[in-house]
């Protein structure tokens, strides 16, 4: 299984053909890329798409604040 989720908007793209899901974060230049649906999850598998989750609804909003503990951590190493 391959899973796939959107929780920033305009993030994240599917492109899909016969026998292949593929998931990027901008469309590349091969075939037709279509949005995935915003603050949903996808689950691929054998190179299809087995499941979409309805949208929760929850945005994800970066804040840098929110990682400067992490940042501190890392920055001893």
């Known amino acids: 299984m391959l899973y796939a989720h959107c ?3 305009d993030t ?3 492109w899909r053909d016969a026998d292949s899901v593929a ?3 901008h469309p590349l ?3 037709t890329w279509a949005p995935v649906q915003f603050t949903s ?3 691929a598998k054998d190179g299809e798409i087995v499941r ?3 949208p929760h609804g929850n945005e994800y909003i970066y804040n840098p604040e ?4 992490a940042y501190m951590n ?3 190493l």
Not at 66 to 69: G, N, Q, S, V, W
């Open 23 to 25: 998931f990027s974060t």
């Open 7 to 9: 929780n920033f908007r």
């Open 52 to 54: 979409t989750s309805p």
């Open 66 to 69: 929110d990682y400067r503990l």
């Open 74 to 76: 890392f920055a001893r």
């Open 12 to 14: 994240l793209h599917v």
């Open 41 to 43: 999850l996808v689950a």
């Open 29 to 31: 230049t091969i075939g």
